[in-house]
């Protein structure tokens, strides 16, 4: 593949972003919204300004953080060793977004997962670098950046992405602190527009600066055309939701459409938002005038005014004959103006959520009314779920595909897996290949009716024929993760307490986490005690059974005992003592004890 030129990148870019315009301006539109940019009711009005965009898109945005995340590898009827090596690949991708997460918060950025949720809910896309890279010592660390969608640009072809450039303005100092080097062009040229082109293909990875003029371009190579060894574009561009690219029959080309693909979550609202802070900017108007109202000042000539102002506690008013000062009297909405707010507050809730999701709740929910709610969420937040679950599994495929290709170091990772238990690992690259392809899943915390579910999982599981098993209960009905590890746990806490050995053994090592030495050897001499019993009462049963004569006894004996030795018993037949079992405790007696003649209490007297 021949490589590009700088100018040839340049044209690219600047071809792309003339198709992708109308995306972008929507990308900043829905930013203003979100930032809360003050409405502008008129000079001299009232102005409102609505919280609703910011505190909705934050919604969203914990969710979208918040959700459970599992990566899991399906295992068929494998081989153990593949199967060994599928679990590997597990961790290896739980470890690397870990491992990702911190080299983010060490650059005083904020996590890889909270960043694609910010972008996924104001942008409506979700885009970065994923690469593994080499120290100058030879060790790997993982580069997954997140790309603000809005300065992304790319190229498709028969196979997927062709090329992606990541383009944002720097100064000349941040370009000198970045890259050491010193820009010397025309101060003619704006220094906040140095536009910085970060490029990737299949093949290579170059860096250009750029002044970002078309008139009078001036262009710098920052760094050179460097095999990045991916293999492929080692970028992940995902857009949201369900909306492909068209052209449809009244529009003559993509980009009057390109603006739909990729939407963010005021797709349905963002026009309603400037309606409702117009006729609260009304209403705050007018509640503003009713603290000062205004007056008519009569006169005969028509040229009073008043030195004072009349709203001021202890203020006097001079007035001669046939002068009077009147309130004007208080001015108001439209009596339809409740409606229309009522019919865009609507509008807004079955746009975006309920207001009851922020606990606005005036009276207890029922459970279907709870299930009627998670299902109205659900509609809006699963589609960001299932996009940063898309994005998720382009990052595992490239990093997973770049670390088995065997031109990296093994690499130490940790983390929590999906069983959570934490995990400290090495990993070679050769126990990466031909290992499955990962899924990716995200379970956002939604409301729901946890006593509605228990209930109907206790009737499922009742009657001598239970409805379902106990797997398909807790799966399809308690909704659990992973039904198969809550079963190993159940089936932990049974084994626990079955033997009273188990139960003692559970003891003693919580109390020596605890640090309760005191505990621990009572519970050691207990548990001692209970082991010797049982074993001594197992020799004895042992010794009991060993001591019949063998079949066929010598001649002249007899039948069934030794020679000159009495009878034996049937082992069946013997009582518990001559078993080995120890007597059983006796009872105790039943009241105090006092001496002999003493008159049991509540005695009527000697019949």
Known sequence: MARRKPEDIIALVDAHYDATEPLRDRMQEDHDLYRLEPYDAGEGYQSYTSNDPKTYAEKIIGWVSGAEMTV????????????????????????????????????????????????????????????????????????????????????????????????????????????????????????????????????????????????????????????????????????????????????????????????????????????HNFIMSTLLELAARSRRQGLIVRSRDGTKTLDEDPYLEGSEISLAQNENVEPLGLQEAAKETGALLNLISGEKQRGTIPHSVYGELPFQLSGFAINTLRQGVETVINKYLRGVERAYQMIFNLIADQYSSGSFKSMEVSGMDRNRIYFTEEINPDDMKNTGSPIVNLVGQLPQDDMTRYSMAQIAREGPTPLLSDRAIRDRILAIQDADQMDDSIKEQMAERMLPEAALWTLLRASERQGRDDLVRFYVNELTSLIMQKRQAAEMRNAGAAGGPPPGGPPGGVPGGPPGGPPTMNPAAMPPAMQGVPPPMPTPQAGPLVPPGTPRPGAQGVI
Not at 122 to 129: D, K, P, Q, T
Not at 152 to 167: F, I, N, Q, R, S
């Open 72 to 275: 899991r590898i399906p295992h068929d009827s494998a081989e153990p060793d593949l199967r060994n090596r599928n679990d590997m690949k597990e961790r290896f991708l739980i470890g690397i977004a870990k491992a990702a997460d911190e080299r983010l918060m060490r650059m005083m950025l904020p996590a890889l997962r909270d960043q694609m949720g910010w972008y996924a809910a104001l942008r409506g896309w979700v885009s970065g670098r994923a690469l593994l890279a080499k120290r100058d010592d030879g060790t790997t660390y993982v580069d997954i950046t997140p790309w603000d969608p809005m300065h992304t640009y790319w190229g498709v072809g028969p196979d997927g992405l062709e090329w992606a450039c990541y383009k944002v303005p720097k100064t000349k100092d941040q370009i000198l602190a970045q890259y050491n080097i010193k820009v010397d062009w025309d101060s003619a040229y704006k220094e906040d527009a140095i536009e910085v082109y970060d490029f990737y293909d299949k093949e290579v990875n170059t860096i250009l600066i750029h002044n970002g003029s078309r008139a009078n371009p001036l262009l710098k190579v920052v760094k050179k055309q460097t095999t990045h060894g991916a293999g492929h574009v080692p970028v992940f561009i995902c857009p949201m939701g369900a909306n492909p690219y068209i052209v449809a029959l009244s529009q003559s080309n993509l980009r009057d459409t390109i603006a739909d693909v990729g939407e963010s979550v005021f797709n349905s609202t963002r026009d309603l938002y400037g309606k």
